[in-house]
């Protein structure tokens, strides 16, 4: 029987070349099932792109090789960037709550992006774009300083090993390139169920000269805003006894 390239089969993560920043991730295959390679086929050339592969359409950009987001979404309005999207149900909910900002979702892993796109789809949003590979890498290249509304990063890895907290996305270095690309007054939100996570989260963000947060006084955690919705993967933990901590922070300079 011959082989049967499916849409899936073409993406790709490019490998990190040496003395490049370390991935905050680790790509892996999964198997999609038929709705979601449908998905795929169907709705990627529209509104997807690749932040490292240009066979898979890569994202518009104005002369000066910055993000073109006026282009990629057909209108001027401000931007949200989620980090790490997961299966899409926050990034979804919210969006469709929030008609008058643009989300734009980074993923690394397929089955993440695929139902993402399902869900948009579905709900018939025009505000929400969806881009494969590594959100660190497009932020450095091709977003400028203070284009971002906010930054939205939803249970990050949280690579529990001491010799992988270099991989972690919340620490000094990627704090700071975050920090730039928010307007001043953006937010910064994170949320992880990892206590330890949470409390070298809160210190990192704490340190950062650039930002503030207002709940320092009363231990730096809020309680989940009511605008991010529990997902499912959240509410696993939840039963399990899982506790949740919210961070967020605004830039100031």
């Not at 390679?37 to 910055?66: I, K, M, N, Q, Y």
């Not at 207002?214 to 309680?223: D, I, Q, R, T, Y």
Request: net charge neutral; with cysteine.
């Amino acid at each position: 029987m011959a082989t049967v390239n499916l849409p899936s089969d073409a993406f790709r993560h490019v490998a990190a070349r040496p003395h490049e920043p370390l991935r905050t991730f680790h790509p892996r295959r999964s198997v999609l099932g038929h709705d979601r390679e449908d998905a795929l086929d169907r709705l990627w050339p529209r509104w997807g792109f690749s932040v490292h592969d240009e066979d898979r359409g890569t994202a518009p950009l104005t002369e000066a090789g910055t993000l073109d987001t006026e282009a990629l979404f057909g209108r001027r309005a401000p931007v949200v960037l989620e980090i790490g999207s997961g299966m899409g149900e926050t990034t979804a909910a919210m969006a469709a709550a929030d008609p008058g900002r643009d989300y734009l979702a980074v993923e690394a892993h397929l089955p993440g992006i695929a139902n993402l796109l399902l869900l948009v789809d579905r709900a018939g949003l025009t505000n929400v774009r969806v881009a494969h590979g590594d959100a660190l890498d497009l932020v450095r290249r091709h977003l400028p300083e203070g284009s971002l509304d906010a930054v939205h990063v939803f249970f990050p890895d949280p690579w529990p090993k001491a010799r992988h907290h270099k991989r972690r996305i919340i620490q000094p270095v990627h704090v700071a390139l975050l920090r730039s690309r928010l307007r001043i007054g953006g937010a910064l939100h994170c949320a992880t169920d990892w206590l330890e996570y949470a409390e070298s989260m809160r210190e990192t963000l704490e340190a950062d000269p650039g930002l503030d947060n207002p709940a320092a006084p009363v231990g730096g955690f809020v309680a989940r805003p009511a605008h991010r919705p529990v997902t499912k993967f959240e509410q696993r933990g939840l039963d399990l006894g899982h506790e949740v901590r919210d961070l967020v922070v605004h830039r100031v300079r």
